[in-house]
């Protein structure tokens, strides 16, 4: 579990508006506190006083004073609230992880979050989506993602791995490699189908980029793929 509070006690910048009017929220916005997740939809809140209370958000419930004397919705449940609406902390069920290729932080369920790696929405291709080849220029289509590096994985016939073999120099090693396949092409009588129509190749994950559509830069700001 990455602790995403792990750049310590922060306030949050005020609203524009003049939306949430409640005295709790906007202590809940402007108070220095950390939110850290523990999984099942509880949340360790340390607050600006240096106590620690914990918020079971779906219960609706606090340890602080405020919740369990008065009953109200205090400025931890808030705060909580307020996180995972703005991206910072996880909602319940899910768990801050990070991805495998790019480090971003991404919540993915809590019960496969162990079970990684897990990949960014920009990192990962899906099934049948189709792509670039960077080094050719030719155009494939995604088998899948594997959970292995291309320094992990063997290349059939050759005495290298995808992070060794000749063209692949100058992708990271522990790149994600995906299975892609060339697509064959239509009318192709079948005295024409080569291996390479059949077959499934491994690629790291940085040499394949998603075909450009007009007017998209995300593949320019990309900093492990730009140029
Ligand atoms: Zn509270
Ligand atoms: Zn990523």
Redesign the pocket.
């Known amino acids: 579990m990455i602790d995403t509070a792990a750049s310590g006690k922060v306030s949050l910048a005020p609203l524009a508006e003049t939306e949430e009017m409640n005295p709790r929220s906007q202590r809940a916005r402007a108070e220095r506190m950390s939110v850290t997740p523990l999984g099942g939809g509880l949340y360790e809140?340390e607050s600006q006083s240096d106590n620690t209370?914990f918020?079971d958000l779906l219960g609706g419930r606090?340890?602080?004073p405020?919740?369990m004397m008065r009953g109200v919705r205090?400025?931890?449940?808030r705060r909580v609230a307020i996180e995972i609406n703005e991206g910072r902390a996880p909602p319940p069920g899910k768990e801050a992880v990070e991805c495998a290729r790019c480090q971003s932080v991404i919540f993915v369920d809590e019960k496969t979050a162990a079970a990684g790696p897990h990949y960014c929405d920009h990192c990962e291709l899906q099934p049948g989506e189709p792509v670039v080849d960077r080094a050719t220029g030719d155009l494939l289509v995604v088998v899948g993602m594997t959970d292995h590096r291309a320094d992990q994985v063997e290349v059939p016939g050759r005495d290298c791995t995808v992070a060794t073999y000749p063209a692949n120099e100058g992708y990271p090693a522990d790149d994600p490699v995906v299975e892609v396949l060339y697509p064959i092409p239509s009318g192709l009588r079948p005295e024409q189908v080569e291996a390479r129509h059949v077959r499934r190749y491994s690629f790291p994950r940085s040499r394949l980029q998603r075909p450009e559509r007009p007017g998209d830069q995300s593949e320019l700001t990309d900093f492990r793929e730009a140029e």
């Open positions: 809140v209370y918020v606090c340890t602080c405020d919740h205090c400025k931890h449940l």
